[in-house]
């Protein structure tokens, strides 16, 4: 859904594509009417958000091409991998934090990884290389502190590898490394404690919300005032509410039955935090959420996607008014999976990507392919000249597959070497080395109170750690009844 705009109405502009789109949808007929069959339509988040509100504004149109109907919006996930990593280089990535070891632009410096940049927007695979460099120098770096290794060639002695471990099965040997993995997650990637508390304040704000929600509401769905005779009512039941009801006379005697549960309790001041140890199993838990969500769009894993948005949404929630937007899709990709018919939903959640080539873990998304496409436009587009016309920019679009597929049967006839536009690159082992003698040099899985960093002072481990689930409660339940009203595009 890339495209230019050429009028001062956006508005107008997104519908004029939407109806052009809509020539292509099949659909049936019914008494003179077109009932169309659903179909995704991937984009970034800008112009979902503009799709979604141009349907909105045509949703009273007398027929179903007037209303635009025959759309399910998705999210891109190679638009949504772009924001996940421009997440974590915003938490953990600095250009003032060159004296802090075993950080991002510390080890940027020490391996000289000068073509990283803050905005990963504008560097993407080269933000994208040196996570995911980060992230592996991490994981076997916690292998040493877990496992009880002192070099890579060296045994563990924490997991003692069993001497006919060699002449057993597959899956036994699988089995082991998975019961070594666990236990380097269990220790570092996941705490347990930060865990627990987090689950039981959502566990115990649901049943807040459940029990506010069955207290007496008027007819229109509202708080009404508690003093006898007030004809008064809220939309919520908060402090509007009860600042109302303490100005009568006498004032509402208001019950505090419910608390919130988000409340941090003051942390002790007799326990220093150890921010190296903080920062890098932070950045290992968040950097494996982003190679999981990467490995997930390569192998098509639906189901796994959807679960990794509920997170994302979470994590966009902590990010505060810079995130809002992405938080809101994430949300409606959720809500449209458990909203929709079970045939549309399960198109939603498996039609995420394409695969060119075949084979295992080849796919790629869908916004991808678009950019893919779009590129090889562009090359046709600008061999026109000066002869550049909206009927000759329409006729190259139309005959890209067909032009592929005959040149690309033309260069194998010819026993010509195709290059892939994937850049495949050996995986830098020296940078590696550097990196994991760095961490391991300063224990930085290894738990010592008081340590401190210069630039990130007092970091915090769990992102979500301030994230009040109060109101995120009050925020996803306004938008479902918003999206089951109709009355409000987003």
């Not at 109806?19 to 659909?27: D, E, T």
């Not at 009417?33 to 991937?42: A, G, M, P, T």
């Not at 020490?110 to 980060?134: C, G, K, S, T």
């Not at 916004?367 to 009927?391: A, F, M, P, R, T």
Request: proline content about 3%.
């Amino acid at each position: 859904m890339g495209v230019l705009f050429k009028n001062e109405n956006i508005t107008e502009d997104i519908i004029d594509i939407l109806r052009s789109f809509q020539l292509y949808l099949p659909y049936s007929s019914w008494n003179g009417e077109k009932k169309f069959v659903s179909q995704l339509c991937v984009g970034d988040q800008l112009s979902i958000e503009r799709a979604v509100n141009a349907i909105h504004s045509v949703s009273n149109g007398y027929t179903a091409e007037d209303r635009l109907e025959g759309f399910n919006l998705q999210l891109g996930d190679w638009h949504t991998g772009v924001k996940i990593l421009e997440l974590l280089y915003k938490r953990f990535y600095s250009g003032s934090s060159s004296d802090d070891h075993c950080t991002m632009f510390s080890d940027r410096n020490l391996i000289n990884r000068r073509n990283v940049r803050e905005d990963p927007h504008a560097a993407y695979r080269a933000d994208r290389d040196f996570m995911i460099l980060l992230v592996t120098s991490r994981v076997i770096a916690a292998a040493f502190q877990v496992l009880g290794l002192d070099s890579k060639q060296g045994m563990p002695t924490h997991l003692p590898i069993p001497e006919d471990l060699i002449n057993q099965s597959k899956f036994q040997k699988l089995q082991f490394l998975h019961n070594a993995a666990a236990k380097i997650v269990d220790e570092l990637v996941i705490d347990e404690k930060m865990m627990d508390g987090s689950i039981q304040a959502m566990v115990s704000e649901h049943e807040r919300q459940e029990v506010l929600q069955q207290l007496e509401l008027n007819p229109d769905g509202r708080f009404p005032c508690r003093f006898p005779g007030c004809t008064a009512s809220f939309k919520y039941n908060g402090k509007s509410r009860r600042r109302h009801e303490l100005g009568h006379d006498p004032p509402v005697d208001i019950p505090d039955d419910f608390p919130s549960t988000t409340e941090k309790s003051t942390p002790s001041t007799s326990k220093e935090t150890d921010d190296m140890f903080n920062y890098n199993s932070a950045l290992l838990s968040e950097g494996l959420f982003f190679m999981n969500f990467l490995d997930a769009v390569s192998e098509g894993d639906g189901e796994r996607l959807i679960r990794q948005y509920k997170y994302l949404m979470l994590l966009c929630k902590a990010d505060g008014s810079h995130s809002t937007k992405y938080a809101l899709e994430s949300l409606y990709q959720l809500l449209l999976v458990h909203g929709l018919s079970e045939k549309e939903a399960e198109k939603l959640v498996w039609n995420r990507g394409v695969n060119n080539h075949g084979g295992p873990g080849r796919n790629i998304p869908h916004d991808l392919e678009v950019e893919h496409s779009n590129n090889y436009n562009k090359q046709g587009i600008g061999n026109l000249g000066v002869n550049v016309n909206e009927k000759a920019v329409t006729r190259i679009s139309k005959a890209e597959q067909p032009v592929r597929e005959i040149t690309g049967k033309f260069e194998r006839s010819l026993h010509q070497f195709v290059r892939s536009g994937k850049h495949v690159q050996q995986f830098p082992t020296g940078d590696f080395d550097e990196l994991l003698k760095e961490l391991v040099q300063n224990n930085v899985f290894k738990y010592q109170e008081g340590r401190k960093l210069k630039h990130f002072t007092g970091f915090q481990r769990d992102v979500l750690e301030n994230l009040d689930m109060s109101n995120v409660f009050v925020w996803i339940n306004e938008h479902k009844k918003k999206l089951s009203s109709g009355n409000k595009a987003r």
